[in-house]
């Protein structure tokens, strides 16, 4: 039985994230395509892997077998590359966030990473958590405490969320119309508020949050954002002050046996110094514009 390491490669994605459709921005298929790739799997295999369930797919015992082998199998062709492309450093530290979270992070990676650090730095998008205790993501960004007991956590600040429109009164805008999100996205504290208080009112949609902004700036209509995001956006302008339900806290998360470890622990020291430097944006503090 031969089984690629291409498949091994999307049912590592699938197991870490806990699903098909989170697995989807990191796998660039289709929840589809991967729901045939690991069925193939299981059938090479000859047992189910996945426990399909509505929240998600949890590992079968032979899953969690094949996942520890497959980490072997994902390390010894991470070495191989490494060798190939020059001797990078080996220690890679993944950090998770949501969207808009990763696009921070990213625009000020120079205050979180530099060559001389000696490490490789991975951005793990999306809005569901990632399985920190399973080594899917070394650092995680989340708006809560961790609660399970092999997750240490520190509180970094606030972020708080407003109503934002674009600069001209147009289309929705004028109308006084709302977008929102559907998909993934659909599900997030944020949308889930917007439908509740302004869904008769939401008349475009967009399937992820970045659509949205963009939708919202050419005056599609009003939407909620974290005010982070809409205050540092010249072409959007806050209308209304923060949503006190919606403010949520905001929490740097490591595994408590990495935590200690240098590379880990220096990411995770400069992702917080970041967020603590700018909080006076993250809970909304600029003026209505």
Known sequence: MDIGWDDLRLFLDVARLGGLSAATGTTRLSAATLGRRVTALEKQIGEPLFV??????????????????????????????????????????????????????????????????????????????????????????????????WLAGRQSGKVAHAIYSGRHLINGIAAGLFVGVTGEGANIASARWLQAHHGDRIAVRGNNTHSVRELVAAGAGLSVFPCFVGDGDPRLVRVAQPIPELETDQWIVTHHEERHSPPVRKVADRIAALMRAHQPLFRGERPIR
Do not use: C, K
């Open 52 to 149: 399909r369930q509505q929240t998600g797919y949890r590992l079968t015992p032979v899953g969690e077998e094949l996942l520890r082998r497959a980490e072997d199998v994902e390390a010894a062709m991470q070495s191989l590359t490494r060798w190939r492309e020059g001797n990078l450093p080996d220690r890679i530290v993944r950090v998770s966030a949501g969207p808009w979270t990763s696009a921070f992070v990213s625009a000020h990676i120079g205050e979180i990473w530099t060559v001389d650090d000696g490490i490789r730095v991975e951005l793990v998008t999306t809005t569901d958590p990632v399985d920190i205790g399973r080594r899917a993501a070394d650092i995680g960004i989340r708006s809560e405490r961790p609660t399970e007991q």
